[in-house]
């Protein structure tokens, strides 16, 4: 039984309601990058990046360090705003949107994973993962109520109690993606998923990610990882000097339909 | 430049918002200690510094003109450090002009040069010194800045002489002063003679004792009178003894809310910067750079804002101490001591290497990966039962998460809500004072009227308080007491009238006569039942109540009796009830007009020796009734008596709001820091809450509502400190002012205004808070989580 037995992000009466955006299927982008540049001063982080996420796509974005793989997933979670070019995700053009819309935005649509974890110390596991759901208006039952489930189905429900200080790497970086999940995102957003883990704790993760990827989750994770990407991506996208160097379709499976 | 220099400059311009935060909040409490301070020191001993400053006489003495020569008045030095004189002195009659009603009798005269000396230093603040015959300065306390009308000429003994300037003599040297040539032509029978001594002077029997060793080798009879400088302290010492509880407690609080908001802002700062000092540890820095570099972080800041504090402070307390103790003589006495600026320039900045030295030892002591970990690791949670149970409330997850907040830095939360505490306990007493100030001065104004009726005797104007005289030929009213008084109750909108007049008489058993305030008309009904103290309104002309002052004065007590004897007849007045101070003037004790006529049943009262007290209807205006007193009657003066605060009241008020505000301000900017060093420290949990959709808006409810528990607790422990202050301070400054105040006076904390200083502590968190909320909410995700 895989860590993610019995989690389908089907949709829901929460999930559908949405207050922007078309629901996405297979046949739509679920993100669309055309010509973006961003820059930092002099430095220029992107150049004309252009690039299309199916859904149910598991990407990944390789490439050196300030290569621009990070300015990109900010990009796409709306942390960020383009110099120039347009971020679509989700149908939706990222850049009309204001703060207040793309806290939304992300709320609903994104779920963020962090190399780092970035849980709040001060909350037990079960209290950082219901936090998301608690965000969008979800009671605390039933947001704790779910946020157990999922604990449980990413094998980490005895420690739901725990502390984030008391966790082990792994368990943290368990507690981040059920966090991400709460909310039953359309596109999961990986920032060097196993990066701060050790090769045990970073297995455990790549199985995850390989899961959710096998049950239709969209992915982008971005990694220098080769081995994190060959396994659980099914296209590899490479950088330098914020272009897109190279672009690899691997053989792999995704659940169409079931990432909406 | 050496490599610990450089990391501090560097640190300094990299924190610019909490360099900034830490010289405002120094600016701010160092100002509000030079004011505290100085406030404090200005009310321990005002009138030894203006003594010291004026170099007062410890002993005025007059001496016989005719039984002792100058020289030999010269000669006499014994035990004497400084002295000034002989100064010849005259006793003349006023006959006009001057200080509008001054009060009928001889003026002390004194021929001098000028107005310095070793002795007696005289605070010439108007006009210049007399240098020419025919020219006076007169006695009187600085009022240049109420409207005090200054005459030109005054005529005493019937010599006419022109008024050149104002001089205050703290001591009371003289009355009045003309050149000692002007002097010699009114062939002085007496001469004055100033002692300063040295050795101790504390005692009358220790200043009686340096006299007599001055005059040992004098004549017999030479010295015709003496007068320690202690009567005049005395004196003093009791007007001004009612400023000095309100004095001593904003200055006691103005301290304390300094002394913790810098120790919460610096020690934070050190706290904030551990990572910053793991890292320098690791570059090679040794503990000690370290430390040096982080108190000369702290203390670039913290030495600009304690001197710009000083110097605002200063220039702060110059107006609140002029204000305070205008009309007490006691200006060019009262200054920001030298030691208080030592205090701002040197204490200050030495209380924030204190408080960074704390933190910074302790950063000493850490090793270079604990202390880069402690920005980053994750810690252990604090308050986690609480977090847990707020997780679970039914509230907006932002205010729950907000809620949380303080319970993560614990000290922190501590500092800030005492902080928050002292703003709102300030507040709270301040608001309290003005609303019983504001009652004392309503249950006056009910008591005395609104209008004030004095009949002119002919030769001069009347004035009311700030007023400057009526204009014209002085006018005699034809009209008799009785017909006063008839004409006042017939004019359009009178209510109540009331017939006073006050006598001394002299009271069995008594070695002083009474000053006795005898009343007609409707003077039970007007309002002075609302200022008892103590036991009953009179019910009858054997009855007496007692103003408080002259109760305490003369040891009496509810149920005694006073009799009064004049002219082989006797009343015997039973004393059934206390009230705050009666009319104003010199306390006296109420007497029904039958006890006069009791007393002298053949005399008769001219108008001028009387006053009548109107009160109007509640429609009735108060100018257009004085005008029509004057119109039908122009020897008849009328005076508008509502609405006016006493000076005192003015003064209190006044300062009280200052400080109210300033220390409101300090403690809101303890809030501020707090939220700024909360904000840094969570920058991490700020941009992940956003990364997963919380709101610029719920961001800035968040940060919010954290401050706001710390405000609602701060308010709520505030509230009863600022209600015990006022409970204890009120009657301590009546104790002072040597009355009593009626309870309704204190009744202040009425629903509606608890439930205004509820907020206060919320106000004063959320003004603090909202700056750096608004920050955080715009705090750049990918930047800060791409930093961390």
């Given at each position: 039984m895989t860590a993610t037995q019995g989690y389908i992000p089907r949709p829901t009466s929460r999930n559908r309601v949405r207050p922007y955006g078309a629901v996405m299927t297979t046949d739509t982008d679920v993100v669309h990058l055309t010509d973006v540049r961003k820059e930092?001063?002099?430095?220029?982080?992107?150049?004309?990046?252009?690039?299309?996420?199916?859904?149910?796509?598991?990407?990944?974005?390789?490439?050196?360090?300030?290569?621009?793989?990070?300015?990109?997933?900010?990009?796409?979670?709306?942390?960020?705003?383009?110099?120039?070019?347009?971020?679509?995700?989700?149908?939706?053009?990222?850049?009309?949107?204001?703060?207040?819309?793309?806290?939304?935005?992300?709320?609903?649509?994104?779920?963020?994973?962090?190399?780092?974890?970035?849980?709040?110390?001060?909350?037990?596991?079960?209290?950082?993962?219901?936090?998301?759901?608690?965000?969008?208006?979800?009671?605390?039952?039933?947001?704790?109520?779910?946020?157990?489930?999922?604990?449980?189905?990413?094998?980490?429900?005895?420690?739901?109690?725990?502390?984030?200080?008391?966790?082990?790497?792994?368990?943290?970086?368990?507690?981040?993606?059920?966090?991400?999940?709460?909310?039953?995102?359309?596109?999961?957003?990986?920032?060097?998923?196993t990066g701060a883990l050790d090769s045990s704790a970073g297995e455990q993760v790549m199985d995850l990610l390989l899961d959710l990827h096998q049950i239709g989750q969209t992915l982008l994770i971005v990694t220098h990882d080769e081995r994190l990407a060959t396994r659980c991506a099914s296209r590899v996208i490479e950088l330098a000097d914020g272009r897109i160097t190279r672009e690899r379709t691997l053989e792999r499976t995704s659940v169409s339909g079931a990432g909406a | 430049m050496s490599a610990v220099w450089r990391a501090s400059r560097a640190a300094v311009r990299r924190r610019r918002?909490?360099?900034?935060?830490?010289?405002?909040?120094?600016?701010?409490?160092?100002?509000?200690?030079?004011?505290?301070?100085?406030?404090?020191?200005?009310?321990?001993?005002?009138?030894?510094?203006?003594?010291?400053?004026?170099?007062?006489?410890?002993?005025?003495?007059?001496?016989?003109?005719?039984?002792?020569?100058?020289?030999?008045?010269?000669?006499?030095?014994?035990?004497?450090?400084?002295?000034?004189?002989?100064?010849?002195?005259?006793?003349?009659?006023?006959?006009?002009?001057?200080?509008?009603?001054?009060?009928?009798?001889?003026?002390?005269?004194?021929?001098?040069?000028?107005?310095?000396?070793?002795?007696?230093r005289l605070n010439l603040w108007r006009g210049r010194w007399a240098s020419a015959p025919g020219e006076i300065v007169l006695a009187s306390q600085d009022h240049s800045g109420d409207g005090f009308p200054v005459v030109d000429s005054i005529t005493l003994s019937g010599v006419a002489y022109r008024v050149v300037g104002w001089a205050y003599s703290l001591s009371g040297t003289a009355d009045g002063w003309v050149t000692p040539a002007q002097m010699e032509t009114l062939r002085p029978t007496s001469v004055q003679m100033l002692y300063r001594f040295a050795g101790d002077v504390s005692t009358r029997a220790a200043v009686q004792a340096r006299l007599d060793a001055v005059t040992a080798g004098l004549p017999a009879n030479a010295l015709?009178?003496?007068?320690?400088?202690?009567?005049?302290?005395?004196?003093?010492?009791?007007?001004?003894?009612?400023?000095?509880?309100?004095?001593?407690?904003?200055?006691?609080?103005?301290?304390?809310?300094?002394?913790v908001i810098v120790g919460n802002v610096v020690s934070g700062a050190v706290v904030s910067g551990l990572r910053q000092i793991g890292i320098l540890k690791s570059l090679g820095f040794t503990p000690r750079q370290v430390v040096t570099v982080y108190l000369v972080m702290v203390s670039v800041p913290a030495v600009v804002g304690a001197v710009l504090g000083t110097v605002a402070g200063s220039l702060g307390a110059q107006p609140l101490l002029e204000e305070g103790f205008e009309g007490l003589g006691l200006e060019a006495g009262i200054r920001v001591s030298l030691w208080t600026w030592g205090v701002g320039l040197l204490g200050v900045p030495a209380l924030v290497a204190l408080a960074a030295f704390v933190p910074?030892?302790?950063?000493?002591?850490?090793?270079?990966?604990?202390?880069?970990?402690?920005?980053?690791?994750?810690?252990?949670?604090?308050?986690?039962?609480?977090?847990?149970?707020?997780?679970?409330?039914?509230?907006?997850?932002?205010?729950?998460?907000?809620?949380?907040?303080?319970?993560?830095?614990?000290?922190?939360?501590?500092?800030?809500?005492?902080?928050?505490?002292?703003?709102?306990t300030t507040v709270t007493f301040a608001s309290g004072l003005a609303d019983s100030l504001e009652r004392i001065a309503t249950v006056q104004e009910k008591a005395s009227g609104q209008v004030l009726v004095i009949p002119s005797d002919g030769k001069s104007r009347i004035a009311g308080p700030r007023d400057v005289p009526p204009t014209g030929e002085p006018a005699k009213t034809t009209r008799t007491d009785a017909e006063v008084e008839q004409l006042l109750r017939g004019l359009p909108d009178a209510a109540r009238v009331s017939a006073v007049r006050g006598t001394t008489v002299p009271a069995v058993g008594q070695t002083e006569p009474v000053r006795v305030l005898y009343f007609r008309g409707d003077f039970a009904s007007m309002g002075y039942r609302d200022e008892l103290t103590a036991g009953r309104w009179m019910s009858g002309p054997d009855e007496t109540v007692v103003p408080s002052e002259l109760m305490k004065e003369r040891r009496l007590a509810v149920g005694d009796t006073i009799t009064l004897e004049l002219g082989g007849r006797r009343?015997?007045?039973?004393?059934?009830?206390?009230?705050?101070?009666?009319?104003?003037?010199?306390?006296?004790?109420?007497?029904?007009?039958?006890?006069?006529?009791?007393?002298?049943?053949?005399?008769?009262?001219?108008?001028?020796?009387?006053?009548?007290?109107?009160?109007?209807?509640?429609?009735?205006?108060?100018?257009?009734?004085?005008?029509?007193?004057?119109?039908?009657?122009?020897?008849?003066?009328?005076?508008?008596?509502?609405?006016?605060?006493?000076?005192?009241?003015?003064?209190?008020?006044?300062?009280?709001?200052?400080?109210?505000?300033?220390?409101?301000?300090?403690?809101?900017?303890?809030?501020?820091?707090?939220?700024?060093?909360?904000?840094?420290?969570?920058?991490?949990?700020?941009?992940?809450?956003?990364?997963?959709?919380?709101?610029?808006?719920?961001?800035?409810?968040?940060?919010?509502?954290?401050?706001?528990?710390?405000?609602?607790?701060?308010?709520?422990?505030?509230?009863?400190?600022?209600?015990?202050?006022?409970?204890?301070?009120?009657?301590?400054?009546?104790?002072?002012?040597?009355?009593?105040?009626?309870?309704?006076?204190?009744?202040?904390?009425?629903?509606?205004?608890?439930?205004?200083?509820?907020?206060?502590?919320?106000?004063?968190?959320?003004?603090?808070?909202?700056?750096?909320?608004?920050?955080?909410?715009?705090?750049?995700?990918?930047?800060?989580?791409?930093?961390?």
């Open positions: 930092y001063g002099d430095t220029t982080a992107l150049n004309g990046v252009t690039l299309s996420v199916r859904a149910g796509e598991a990407v990944a974005v390789m490439g050196p360090s300030g290569c621009g793989k990070s300015t990109m997933l900010n990009m796409i979670a709306g942390l960020d705003r383009p110099t120039s070019g347009t971020v679509r995700v989700g149908g939706e053009d990222l850049g009309r949107l204001n703060e207040t819309k793309l806290a939304l935005f992300r709320r609903h649509r994104i779920g963020m994973i962090f190399q780092f974890f970035n849980l709040l110390d001060d909350l037990p596991a079960l209290d950082n993962v219901a936090l998301a759901a608690q965000l969008t208006g979800t009671k605390a039952g039933p947001a704790r109520r779910r946020a157990t489930e999922l604990l449980d189905e990413l094998g980490i429900a005895d420690r739901r109690n725990a502390f984030p200080a008391t966790l082990s790497g792994g368990e943290r970086q368990r507690v981040a993606v059920a966090r991400a999940l709460m909310n039953r995102p359309a596109l999961l957003l990986a920032d060097e998923p | 918002v909490q360099t900034f935060v830490i010289g405002l909040v120094v600016l701010m409490s160092t100002m509000t200690v030079v004011i505290g301070l100085t406030l404090l020191e200005a009310s321990s001993a005002p009138f030894d510094r203006a003594f010291a400053q004026q170099r007062g006489p410890h002993a005025i003495a007059v001496y016989d003109a005719s039984a002792v020569t100058g020289a030999q008045l010269a000669a006499a030095k014994t035990g004497v450090a400084a002295s000034a004189g002989p100064f010849g002195t005259a006793t003349l009659e006023w006959t006009a002009g001057g200080e509008p009603r001054r009060a009928d009798g001889p003026m002390t005269i004194v021929g001098r040069a000028d107005p310095n000396g070793p002795v007696d015709s009178a003496a007068e320690p400088y202690l009567v005049a302290k005395e004196q003093i010492a009791a007007d001004i003894g009612v400023f000095l509880p309100f004095l001593a407690t904003f200055g006691v609080l103005a301290l304390i809310v300094a002394v910074a030892v302790r950063a000493h002591r850490l090793s270079a990966a604990e202390a880069i970990s402690a920005g980053s690791a994750p810690r252990r949670g604090r308050g986690t039962r609480a977090q847990r149970w707020l997780a679970g409330l039914r509230l907006p997850r932002s205010v729950s998460l907000g809620l949380g907040v303080p319970l993560s830095r614990p000290g922190r939360t501590a500092f800030t809500v005492v902080a928050v505490l002292l703003g709102v009343a015997a007045l039973t004393i059934v009830g206390e009230v705050m101070d009666g009319p104003s003037g010199q306390p006296g004790i109420f007497a029904d007009w039958s006890v006069f006529t009791s007393l002298e049943p053949d005399r008769v009262v001219a108008p001028h020796e009387m006053e009548y007290q109107v009160q109007l209807k509640p429609t009735g205006n108060v100018a257009a009734y004085a005008d029509a007193v004057r119109a039908a009657d122009p020897g008849l003066d009328a005076l508008d008596m509502s609405e006016r605060r006493s000076d005192f009241q003015y003064i209190v008020v006044g300062f009280s709001s200052t400080l109210s505000l300033l220390l409101a301000a300090v403690a809101a900017l303890g809030v501020f820091n707090t939220v700024v060093l909360n904000v840094r420290e969570r920058r991490r949990d700020l941009g992940m809450l956003k990364s997963i959709g919380m709101t610029p808006r719920q961001v800035v409810a968040m940060v919010l509502t954290s401050m706001a528990a710390v405000g609602v607790v701060g308010g709520l422990l505030g509230i009863p400190v600022g209600v015990l202050a006022h409970g204890y301070i009120m009657p301590a400054a009546a104790d002072a002012a040597q009355v009593s105040i009626p309870q309704s006076v204190m009744d202040v904390w009425q629903a509606p205004m608890l439930l205004a200083l509820a907020f206060a502590g919320v106000v004063i968190a959320m003004l603090g808070a909202l700056l750096p909320a608004r920050g955080a909410a715009r705090l750049r995700i990918a930047e800060v989580l791409h930093n961390e």
